[in-house]
Nanobody, 123 residues
Framework: QVQLVESGGGLVQAGGSLRLSCAAS????????IGWFRQAPGKEREFVAT????????YYSDSVKGRFTISRNNVRNTVYLQMNSLKPEDTAVYYC????????????????WGQGTQVTVSS
């Protein structure tokens, strides 16, 4: 089992940057794919980015490609989401999640979820 805790959210102006962290407990963290998802008020949860166990494979949604970067440090049991050139439409609660299979955009294939961290981008 893996427990996940997100941090790093906050309020930022449009064009600014934030780095989210997803800290995991559990000795098998390095074997998991980790994904980031977000949910804005009144909207469904959507895929943001995912990274495989070694960090060699990453996928991004079209809406964040070129602006966000996902990375991981398996020694520190942490996955990061660097968010640059933030837009008001990036405002949401951001969640990280862990999956055993290969990287996927399908939230249903993720077994463990964090509690989320709020990101608010003002215009």
């Amino acid at each position: 089992q893996v427990q996940l805790v997100e941090s790093g959210g906050g309020l930022v102006q449009a064009g600014g940057s934030l780095r989210l962290s997803c800290a995991a407990s559990g000795r098998t963290f390095s074997s998991y794919t980790i994904g980031w998802f977000r949910q804005a008020p009144g909207k469904e949860r959507e895929f943001v980015a995912t990274i495989n166990w070694s960090g060699s494979i990453t996928y991004y949604s079209d809406s964040v490609k070129g602006r966000f970067t996902i990375s991981r440090n398996n020694v520190r049991n942490t996955v990061y989401l660097q968010m640059n050139s933030l837009k008001p439409e990036d405002t949401a609660v951001y969640y990280c999640a862990a999956s055993r299979p290969a990287p996927t955009m399908d939230s249903g294939r993720y077994d463990f979820w964090g509690q989320g961290t709020q990101v608010t981008v003002s215009s």
